[in-house]
């Protein structure tokens, strides 16, 4: 069953819809608590790693909304771990607040990213900011959107012109030096870089035309899923660092539109070869 949902009849898949209903619910929990950061509950999972009260009460919103609608699903989420069983053909998985330290600074770029999966292939994703209630969804095979608008990737077809966004190490355990160098060479190559603080808004954004690259570290599942269908979906190329596909539960993503893509690959090469042969020693 598929219910026509705006001006350019998008078709919208019910689990989709189910979706969006949950990242909604969840936007409603974190922008009702914005005005009240400083009382929050605030724990530290690690260095520069934190998880409010009001990261945990949107994803149990989120897990309400999708179990409700689909008991037989399960659920992976950021701070609940595994929900259901480990063998459900159908999966959700979901990044309540994308952009935790942005939220906790009053800096309003971070959003909710749920994903899901059926038989381990992403087939829905929703992104949503709910600052600016912009609603970015995908459907596999069906294309992606911002809110009622069909979304492509930019034209830009040469690195030298384009605008690239990030996400660099702040946590313990993670390769600065490594990423230090890759910034380098974007930084020469590219027209300009932005750090944003949100993975899946990044992701969002290349969809958007906003962006016309990125290359990301240091990620889970949860961060990347819903963006790389929405990527994916508006004609732009996504893959791991060296060009594969070992992404989803690799940590680092580079995304863009194809030419753009494919030089920034070409300019990894070199980076992540020198690696290899570093770990190698
Ligand atoms: C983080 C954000 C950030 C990225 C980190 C992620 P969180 O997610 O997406 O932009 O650089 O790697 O862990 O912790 O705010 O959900
Ligand atoms: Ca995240
Ligand atoms: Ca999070």
Do not use: C
């Not at 919208?12 to 929990?29: D, E, K, Q, S």
């Amino acid at each position: 069953m598929t219910t026509p949902s705006n001006d350019d009849e998008q078709l919208m898949h019910p689990m989709l819809n189910i979706g969006i209903r949950a990242a909604r619910a969840a936007g409603n929990v974190i922008t009702r608590s914005m005005d009240r950061v400083d009382t929050l509950q605030i724990d530290q999972k690690g260095r520069n790693d934190f998880v409010s009260e009001v990261d945990k009460a949107a994803e149990t919103e989120i897990i309400n909304v999708l179990l409700k609608a689909y008991p037989a699903h399960s659920v992976l989420g950021e701070e609940s771990g595994l929900v259901g069983a480990a063998d459900a053909e159908y999966q959700w998985i979901v990044d309540p607040l994308d952009g935790t330290t942005n939220f906790l600074h009053g800096y309003p770029y971070f959003s909710v990213s749920i994903a899901l999966l059926h038989k381990k292939r992403i087939d829905q994703a929703v992104v949503y900011n709910p600052v600016s209630q912009e609603l970015f969804t995908a459907s596999r095979g069906d294309g992606a959107w911002l809110n009622s608008k069909r979304l492509r990737v930019s034209k830009t077809n040469r690195l030298e012109k384009a605008l690239l966004g990030t996400g660099f190490p702040y946590r313990t355990g993670q390769d600065l030096d490594f990423y230090q160098r890759t910034l380098r060479h974007y930084t020469e190559k590219s027209g300009g870089i932005r750090r944003a603080g949100s993975a899946a808004l990044d992701l969002a954004a290349v969809a958007a035309g906003r962006l016309d690259g990125v290359w990301l570290v240091g990620l889970n599942a949860w961060d990347v899923a819903a963006g790389a269908l929405i990527v994916r979906e508006a004609g732009g190329l996504l893959n791991d660092f060296s060009g594969g596909d070992n992404w989803m539960d690799g940590g680092e993503v580079l995304a863009g539109t194809p030419k753009v893509h494919h030089e920034m690959l070409q300019v990894m090469k070199p980076l992540i070869a020198s690696r290899n042969k570093l770990a190698a020693k």
